[in-house]
């Protein structure tokens, strides 16, 4: 078992910044790959950026692209996204997910279903 306790949300002002932190506690976390998704009233769950295990690959929604940065530090089981510029669609609960099978498919790292493990969610309110 995986558990994951996400901190960091709040309410910003558009244009500010955010960084958000996952710690994972419960298995060897540094052989997983972290996922940051993010859910809107209404709207589906969506995926916004995940780094693979060893913290060289790295992926991001195209929304985001260029003002999230997402990071590990497999020392203190966390993960980290760091948002700067943000904008109103930003607004969101925030969930940080763990995959703990290893494929080379960038495809299985952006699907909110073949992730294993999930946070409580943190909220992120940016007023324009």
């Known amino acids: 078992q995986v558990q994951l306790v996400e901190s960091g949300g709040g309410l910003v002002q558009a244009g500010g910044s955010l960084r958000l932190a996952c710690a994972a506690s419960?298995?060897?976390?540094?052989?997983?790959?972290m996922g940051w998704f993010r859910q809107a009233p209404g709207k589906e769950r969506e995926f916004v950026a995940a780094v693979r295990w060893s913290g060289s690959n790295t992926y991001y929604a195209d929304s985001v692209k260029g003002r999230f940065t997402i990071s590990r530090d497999n020392a203190k089981n966390t993960v980290y996204l760091e948002m700067n510029s943000l904008k109103a669609e930003d607004t969101a609960v925030y969930y940080c997910?763990?995959?703990?099978?290893?494929?080379?498919?960038?495809?299985?790292?952006?699907?909110?279903?073949?992730?294993?493990?999930w946070g409580q969610g943190t909220q992120v309110t940016v007023s324009s």
């Open positions: 997910a763990v995959r703990t099978t290893y494929h080379s498919d960038s495809y299985y790292y952006v699907k909110p279903a073949l992730y294993d493990y």
């Open positions: 419960g298995r060897t976390f540094s052989n997983y790959a």
